[in-house]
């Protein structure tokens, strides 16, 4: 990557980092950390200017980040929809609204640490237009991560070389397992919580027709 990097102009290099970011940031699945990484290590070589080369990653997956929102925001009622008749269990309206007040409340959360760990970099912002995050809240979130993750890789990649790309793969992979194992707890308190509000507005109607 780096041979790559060194054989093309200074200008394409950053135009190349801001691309694969972006489009990795949209929900495509590419490697943008490891493009992040060996530009970090070309701007140690003087090939670009690592201030320069930050602030075009951060550009890239705050915008990226964006277009997904828009994206899931747009088309994903329609998704949760099937998802929805497909799996009532899982996507039916109750889930649904307990992971939207989930994610209304820890969401700005999931979206800054979501760009430190693998995969979430690529589902953050469509999952954040999905469940309804509000947009105010998701750019804060989304432009305080970015910077923070292209301020912290470019940085790494520039004072210790390839090796910081080892450090950030073991810790994006080992983020994304707690992860998960925290994802598998959330989903179960979702699916209890929805289903006592079920069992609750079931018994709303039977109470109010024992008092007539």
Aim: aromatic share 8%; net charge positive; no cysteine.
């Amino acid at each position: 990557m780096i041979e790559l990097l060194d054989a093309i102009p200074p200008g394409v290099i950053y135009l190349v980092v801001a691309l694969i970011i972006g489009l990795e940031s949209v929900g495509i699945p590419l490697p943008g950390e490891i493009v992040l990484v060996s530009a970090g290590v070309a701007a140690s070589q003087g090939v670009v200017e690592p201030i320069a080369l930050g602030a075009v990653a951060a550009g890239g997956a705050i915008v990226g980040d964006s277009i997904g929102y828009a994206v899931g925001k747009r088309y994903g009622r329609t998704l949760l929809g099937w998802l929805g008749r497909k799996m009532p269990k899982h996507f039916g309206p109750g889930p649904v609204r307990q992971a939207e007040r989930m994610f209304d409340r820890w969401g700005a959360w999931a979206v800054f640490g979501g760009r430190f760990v693998a995969l979430l970099r690529i589902l953050a912002g469509p999952l954040a237009g999905i469940l309804g995050m509000r947009y105010r809240k998701f750019l804060l979130a989304n432009a305080t991560g970015g910077i923070a993750w292209a301020g912290t890789v470019t940085t790494l990649a520039y004072v210790f070389g390839l090796v910081a790309g080892q450090w950030f793969h073991r810790f994006s992979w080992i983020a994304l397992v707690v992860t998960v194992l925290l994802g598998s707890v959330i989903v179960r308190t979702v699916h209890r919580r929805a289903a006592q509000a079920d069992d609750t507005e079931e018994a709303e109607p039977a109470d109010t027709g024992a008092k007539v």
